[in-house]
Structure formats: C-alpha cells, structure tokens
C-alpha cells in the first residue's frame, strides 16, 4: 500500500487526477467511481481537464434503496452533477435504487463487474472503516449486496439529507471481492474524522471489523490523505 500525503483536499485532487490520467494513458477503458465529499475535488480536476472518457466505462460501488435516479440525493443524480454532464462515459453504471427485487438487481450488477474488469477504481472511506457501502463485519470476498447502513454511516450522511428520517436505511454497494478485482486500487481521505480509520487500515491487522484495511492485501493500492487524515499514523 503506497501512502502519499498532502496538504489539503484541493492538492489531493490534483495528485489523483494524474493517476487517472496516467491510466488512461496506459490504455484503461474501466472506471470505478465512488461518491461522497471526499471525490469532489478530483472530479472537479477531471472536469476541468481535456481527458477523454467518451470511449470508456464507468461503474459506480453503490446506491441508495429506494431512491430514484433524479433524486438530487441519489448517486446517480451526484454522478451527473460532479462529473457525468461534463465528461460523459459511453456506458455509466450504477445500482437501480428503484428495483427492489435485491436477489435480481445484485446479481445483475455483479455480472456487469464480472464482465468489465475495473482498470481503476476510486473509493472514499467512512469513518467507520467502510468503503463502498461495506460496513464493518462484510466479507472480504464479498460480492453485490443490499446493505443495512450502521447508524455511524446514516449519521454521517445525514448532512445531505433535510433531515436524519430522510436517510434511507438500505443501500445496494458492489462488494469487498468485486473491489478487490480492480487492477489499481485509490482511496482517497481528508479531514480529521478519518484519521482514526485510516491508522486502522493502513497499520492495523486486516480484519473484516475495519474492511478498508483489506487494501494492505490489494497488489497495486494507493492511498492520497491529507495532513489531517494522516495525522494518527506513526
Ligand atoms: N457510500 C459512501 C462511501 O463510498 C464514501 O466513501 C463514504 C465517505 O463519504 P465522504 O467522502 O462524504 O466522507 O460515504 C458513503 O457512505
């Protein structure tokens, strides 16, 4: 696991813009794209760019239960507005929030994951440890599963919500196995609130409690945080 620290948020962004540059470089045609505060400073980069991703794929780790693609709340409308409407995908995938068959919508997008093999995947990390929507406790081989949220991850995200009952209780998020597959995998963390999770996942014992620290098994993890973030490790 390569850790690499930064002042703040906006050089963060600046750093993980060119590793998705450099992919793309190489020849990457599959994203894998995360939501959240922590990304906003990359996808601004992004956008602001020439980089093209008209020839490419993108696939989200997760989405709300219950909520519909032009809720501003949902995933699919945060995709849109931070990075879709300025650099579209040929294809963009994300969980349907709406079907609430899980056996049948998780099947459906761990076959997507299956068929176009994440060339770099992005992820945030909760304050919890979780990435994607794996909270403590799920499986390290995970695959695509519905997911009740903790309350540390519903409080968390109740900032975007009018209020905390808003917070849906379910999410769909691709799972710890299917992650794990990306060929390059960066997490990315800023503030505070993160530093105690990122000592668990970069010096802690790989354990299922903390399922980001699963990356210190990963061939190919990077991880960009800022001084805050860092500021517990030794
Ligand atoms: N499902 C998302 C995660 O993918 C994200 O990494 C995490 C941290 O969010 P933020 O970047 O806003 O701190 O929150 C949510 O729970």
Redesign the pocket.
């Known amino acids: 696991m390569k850790v690499i620290i930064v002042k703040n948020a906006a050089e963060g962004g600046k750093k993980a813009f060119e590793i998705f540059k450099k992919k793309l470089d190489e020849g990457a045609t599959v994203f894998g794209l ?6 906003e400073t990359t996808y601004q980069e992004l956008c602001d760019s020439d980089l093209d991703f008209s020839n490419c794929i993108s696939i989200n ?2 989405e709300y239960v219950g909520l519909p693609a032009d809720n501003p709340q949902s ?1 699919h409308y945060y995709m849109k507005k931070h990075l879709f409407e300025k650099k579209p995908f040929a294809h963009s995938y994300l969980p349907d929030g709406q079907n609430d068959d899980a056996k049948v919508e998780c099947e459906r997008y761990s076959r997507i994951i299956a068929e176009n093999p994440v060339d770099l995947q992005l ?5 919890n440890g ?4 794996n909270e403590p406790g799920s499986a390290f081989d995970g695959r695509t599963q519905k997911i009740r ?1 903790t309350e540390s ?1 519903i409080a ?2 109740a900032r975007y919500f009018e209020n905390e009952n808003d917070v849906p209780k379910y ?1 769909y ?1 691709m799972g710890i196995g299917e992650i794990m597959q990306a060929k390059t995998v960066l997490l990315e ?3 505070k ?2 530093a105690d999770a990122i000592k668990k996942m970069v010096e802690g014992e790989p354990t299922e409690e903390v399922p980001a620290s699963v990356l210190q098994t990963h061939d190919d993890a990077i991880v960009i945080v800022d001084e805050d973030a860092a500021s517990l490790l030794r």
């Open positions: 995360a939501t959240g505060g922590t990304p780790l997760d995933y992820l945030g990390i909760g304050r979780h990435i994607g929507f949220l991850t968390a995200n999410a998020s963390a800023y503030g609130d993160k």
